[in-house]
């Protein structure tokens, strides 16, 4: 069983459950595409089977954006959850956003690698445009189903990596962070029922011949 199935079968079952959501999000809007973008190693292999990548031109693109300012994580999403279950103040994230649209975006504002595109990428929705109040306007219950789908995401790939896209595209060592092993997730107790209900759906999710829930941990999609 390849890990990258689980990893597209977990895109395909986010992208199904946030299409019941009404978002302003539409093509050529891309104020959220800067270069700034997080990612797993194994979602970095992913994103670089898509042939847009083997193109000059968007290498170019990638390359001259890694010689600018852009977001370095120091924190995985699994680490600071650990942090947070173990009720222990957590190290400051070091990083800072920084200017600058994402290379992968091409001239007429949509994305050049849309299906093969990052978590990051898709959890990415407001219901209203950014542009008009600067930032994304999400419900609050979708923040904690993103938060467990990078936690989800980040387990799959555990001996793996993260880092800004573009350093992981480019195979820079020296700006990754070692992921970590899912330590639980980050829920109030008013989430835990319908949280519990998306969970045992997505486990039974089907990946090939096997189901999602064979790619984790027992007792990963079981809250209590
Ligand atoms: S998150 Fe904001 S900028 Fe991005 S597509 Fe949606 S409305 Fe547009
Ligand atoms: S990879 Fe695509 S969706 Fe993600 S930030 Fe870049 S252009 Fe936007």
Partial sequence: MATVDALKALYDFYDRFIHSFSFACGPGCSTCCSVNVVITSLEADYLGQHPALSDRQVQR??????????????????????????????PEEQGTHAPGQCPLLGRDGCCLVYENRPFSCRAMSSEQKC????????????????????QLIEQLDSKGTSGNMLDMLAGNNGNRIDNTPFPGFLITDTEKAP????????????????HLADFFPSQTFQLE
């Avoid at 542009?131 to 990078?150: C, H, K, R, S, W």
Wanted: overall charge positive; hydrophobic content about 40%; proline content about 6%.
């Fill in 61 to 90: 693109q990638i390359n001259a954006a890694l010689r600018r300012s852009h977001f370095i994580p120091t924190m995985t999403t699994n680490r600071l959850a650990r942090f947070c279950l173990h009720r222990q103040e957590p």
């Fill in 131 to 150: 542009q008009d109040d600067g930032e994304a306007v999400m419900p609050p219950f979708l923040y904690t189903i993103n938060l467990v789908f990078y």
């Fill in 195 to 210: 949280l519990q209900r998306l969970l045992t759906t997505m486990k039974n999710y089907r990946v090939n011949k096997s």
